[in-house]
């Protein structure tokens, strides 16, 4: 069984730099989410995807940040103009059904933005 | 708007000493829970979903209740490889499962 993976794992931009992340959910998983972790927080909600619709969004998502799941399978986020602020660990969790299910989280990718 | 706190957020303790972790939250129409462990550096990682009071579950040295208003953690002699931060998080109540919401987390340190 193959988890969700993420890519790239670790990420080193310069403040005003674009960055784009890639993540792979459970290939029968019809939800994906995006997560963001600071240190010493739990995961703050960013957006959620039903197959290829993106349902839902947190207002922690600024017009910089946008996100993509084409054809429902996996997702981009990208962040435009990176700021310091950005810097972080990015997680992508999907899960399967329309009811109670639990997220399968991927490894993240850790944002750094010097 | 949901809220979930835990407590303590960080507990030390010998190898075989048995503790509990508390998560409270302040939700409208509670529909389930559910406990993770993250190791530094990694994504969560899923433990439990509870669904309703009174409902307990278990793995390994791991047992989870859950209250009307909280949830604990049970962990029954403790080994080093337990330690871990431990979240709760509560999904979003307004007619569907799109979003969750974690709490801090309780870091735990277990010490030989």
Same mark, same amino acid.
């Given at each position: 069984? $193959?988890?969700?993976?993420?890519?790239?794992? *670790?990420?080193? $931009?310069? +403040?005003?730099?674009?960055?784009?992340? +890639?993540? !792979?959910?459970?290939?029968? *998983?019809?939800?994906?989410?995006?997560? +963001?972790?600071?240190?010493?927080?739990?995961?703050?909600?960013?957006?959620?995807?039903?197959?290829?619709?993106?349902?839902?969004? %947190?207002?922690?998502? %600024? !017009? +910089? &940040?946008?996100?993509?799941?084409?054809?429902? %399978? &996996? %997702?981009?986020?990208?962040?435009?103009?990176?700021?310091?602020? !950005?810097?972080?660990?990015y997680l992508c969790a999907s899960s399967l059904g329309a009811d109670l299910y639990e997220q399968y989280f991927g490894p993240g990718t850790r944002l750094t933005v010097t | 708007e949901d809220q979930v706190t835990q407590s303590p957020e960080a507990l030390r303790l010998q190898e075989g000493e048995s503790s509990s972790l508390n998560c409270s939250y302040t939700v409208s129409g509670l529909r389930g829970l559910f406990w993770y462990r993250q190791d530094p550096g990694k994504g969560p990682e899923f433990l439990f979903t509870l669904y309703s009071a009174g409902e307990e579950k278990e793995k390994e040295r791991l047992k989870a209740t859950l209250t009307k208003k909280e949830s604990f953690l049970h962990i029954t002699a403790p080994k080093p490889e337990d330690s871990a931060t431990y979240l709760c998080a509560v999904p979003n109540n307004s007619g569907g499962y799109q979003k969750v919401t974690f709490g801090i987390g309780t870091k735990l340190q277990v010490i030989p």
């Amino acid at each position: 069984d $193959t988890g969700v993976s993420q890519d790239p794992r *670790h990420k080193i $931009t310069k +403040r005003g730099q674009n960055v784009t992340f +890639r993540c !792979d959910p459970i290939s029968e *998983h019809n939800r994906l989410y995006w997560y +963001r972790q600071t240190l010493g927080q739990g995961p703050e909600f960013l957006t959620y995807f039903q197959n290829e619709a993106q349902l839902e969004k %947190s207002r922690l998502l %600024s !017009d +910089r &940040f946008s996100a993509e799941r084409p054809k429902g %399978s &996996f %997702s981009t986020l990208e962040i435009q103009r990176t700021e310091q602020g !950005d810097s972080a660990m990015y997680l992508c969790a999907s899960s399967l059904g329309a009811d109670l299910y639990e997220q399968y989280f991927g490894p993240g990718t850790r944002l750094t933005v010097t | 708007e949901d809220q979930v706190t835990q407590s303590p957020e960080a507990l030390r303790l010998q190898e075989g000493e048995s503790s509990s972790l508390n998560c409270s939250y302040t939700v409208s129409g509670l529909r389930g829970l559910f406990w993770y462990r993250q190791d530094p550096g990694k994504g969560p990682e899923f433990l439990f979903t509870l669904y309703s009071a009174g409902e307990e579950k278990e793995k390994e040295r791991l047992k989870a209740t859950l209250t009307k208003k909280e949830s604990f953690l049970h962990i029954t002699a403790p080994k080093p490889e337990d330690s871990a931060t431990y979240l709760c998080a509560v999904p979003n109540n307004s007619g569907g499962y799109q979003k969750v919401t974690f709490g801090i987390g309780t870091k735990l340190q277990v010490i030989p």
